[in-house]
């Protein structure tokens, strides 16, 4: 079975959140239980791309209203991600370095799509199932449906999943000449609230929309920036399916980015280690607990709630618990976080930015990982913190509701708090600051967290029994 993954994002080559982690590793893992899956991306003008080989496989043309456009597919030559990566490059268009905040991301992204259907309709090669993520590849099963240019490939069962559905890829009805010509009467597929919605477009015409975890699928009926009729008309198309860790990249017995290496029965000394260099690399004190937090620094992961609860616990435990923090995002949050570093001086640490590595040094040195999220449709910090026995104290939404047990239940590991507020996530990591001093005890809940299983495969499973079922419903096999 040939099944094309679309998407903006894939690591190594371009990752700015949790859709490239998830687009790097699934495919990898539906090729080795039998998938003939690939990924097609737009061509960046980044690191991967200039120090690995590609080849020019196909060559076409392709229009985005009045304007005409080359594009050229490459293809990396070794298949070293475990699966095939093709790159479609428009010179002018898709050869960028950023992944997205451009002022033209509709042509950009339009136009991907667009290059990307032309190159199956004259190649001539069809693949057995088209598999979208998020809305920047979101009018392609519309496109393929309703569009008489792609007419030919009106049979191919399409996926959509959602990574996050805070983002929906609007645009005007001013651009509707972007896309070839479309059966009029099915224009109102596109519409929602009066402009054109690719994220809704895609729920509304694909096969199958799935999610990356199942209390996401329920929480996107009450709570979708606006698509929640939507979400409750079109439920039973949904299907939840929780995110699986690349278990070979995210591991603290080989990974090369962090200091020491341990597993399991060496948890507390390896971790010691690791918390040990990165306590020296910022001025804090090794022997508080480490709360570290990561990510996009927005509303959605609760960020603006970091200067406060950052203040109040360091004041409240003075010179008694250590904060690091990584990310970057909106400039209010950054400023004021920014100015807690001279008021908790050795308590305190910080690094703006997007930075890889240093994500691996705090998933292994910290002791406790926060994440007051207000919107988490999986969460992979939670699952890559487990990993490395980082214990994580997280607001009870999403994915985090899913694959987070509060310790004061017998099998539990983790803290769980039940908004996103500052007062909750403070007597949360209360709790957390009052554990680090049972080290027993915390062993005890780091083994056991490290013990669990989020790796792709059985994930990778509940894909490939949902590509088998739609491959039997297009032949006819079997009803839906
Ligand atoms: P998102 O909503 O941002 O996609 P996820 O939890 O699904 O959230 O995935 C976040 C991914 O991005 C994780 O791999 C995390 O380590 C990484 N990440 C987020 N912010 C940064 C940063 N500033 N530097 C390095 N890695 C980051």
Not at 4 to 19: D, F, M, Q, R, T
Request: with cysteine; aromatic share 12%.
């Amino acid at each position: 079975m040939n099944v094309i993954h679309l998407s903006a994002e894939c690591y190594p080559v371009a990752k700015v959140g949790g859709l490239g982690d998830v687009v790097g590793a699934l495919p990898k893992y539906l090729c080795r239980n039998g998938v003939q899956a690939s990924v097609v991306l737009p061509y960046y003008d980044r690191k991967f791309v200039r120090e690995n080989k590609f080849e020019t496989v196909f060559e076409g043309y392709g229009q985005l209203g009045h304007r005409h456009f080359d594009f050229y597919i490459l293809r990396e030559v070794s298949d070293k991600l475990g699966f095939p990566l093709y790159l479609i490059n428009i010179p002018g268009l898709l050869d960028r370095q950023e992944v997205y905040g451009y002022p033209d991301e509709i042509e950009q992204f339009v136009a991907f799509q667009l290059a990307f259907l032309e190159w199956i309709v004259q190649s001539g090669e069809h693949p057995d199932v088209i598999h979208c993520h998020d809305h920047h590849t979101g009018l392609i099963p519309f496109l393929v449906s309703h569009s008489f240019r792609y007419n030919s490939l009106k049979d191919i069962p399409t996926v959509c999943t959602i990574h996050n559905g805070e983002y929906q890829g609007w645009f005007g009805w001013n651009k509707i000449s972007y896309l070839p010509e479309i059966d009029l009467s099915k224009s109102g597929l596109l519409d929602w609230g009066g402009t054109i919605n690719s994220l809704a477009a895609s729920v509304k015409c694909c096969w199958n929309f799935t999610t990356v975890s199942p209390s996401y699928l329920e929480e996107l009926s009450y709570r979708s920036n606006g698509l929640e009729s939507l979400f409750r008309m079109e439920k039973q198309k949904g299907i939840g399916i929780i995110n699986g860790i690349d278990t070979e990249v995210w591991n603290p017995e080989t990974d090369p980015l962090i200091s020491a290496h341990y597993k399991r029965e060496s948890v507390t000394e390896g971790k010691k280690d690791n918390k040990k260099a990165l306590c020296k690399e910022f001025g804090l004190k090794v022997e508080h607990p480490l709360i570290v937090f990561i990510g996009r620094l927005v509303g959605e992961k609760g960020a603006d709630l970091l200067p406060e609860i950052v203040d109040r616990v360091c004041t409240a435990y003075k010179n008694k618990v250590n904060f690091l923090i990584l990310g970057s995002g909106e400039a209010g949050v950054e400023l004021q976080l920014g100015a807690l570093l001279s008021r908790h001086k050795k308590q305190f640490g910080l690094f703006i930015g997007y930075d890889e590595a240093l994500a691996h040094r705090l998933y292994a040195g910290g002791d406790f990982i926060l994440m007051p999220s207000r919107v988490e449709p999986c969460g992979l910090n939670q699952l890559y913190a487990m990993r490395y026995g980082t214990m994580p104290v997280v607001n009870s939404t999403g994915g985090l509701k899913d694959t987070v047990v509060d310790m004061n239940s017998a099998e539990g590991y983790g803290i769980r708090f039940n908004q996103s507020i500052t007062v909750d996530a403070t007597e949360a990591l209360g709790r957390a600051i009052t554990l680090y001093k049972n080290p027993e005890k915390l062993k005890e809940l780091q083994e056991r967290m490290m013990s669990l299983d989020f790796s792709w495969d059985r994930s990778a499973a509940e894909y490939l029994d949902l590509y088998t079922r739609l491959t039997k419903l297009q032949h006819g096999i079997e009803s839906n």
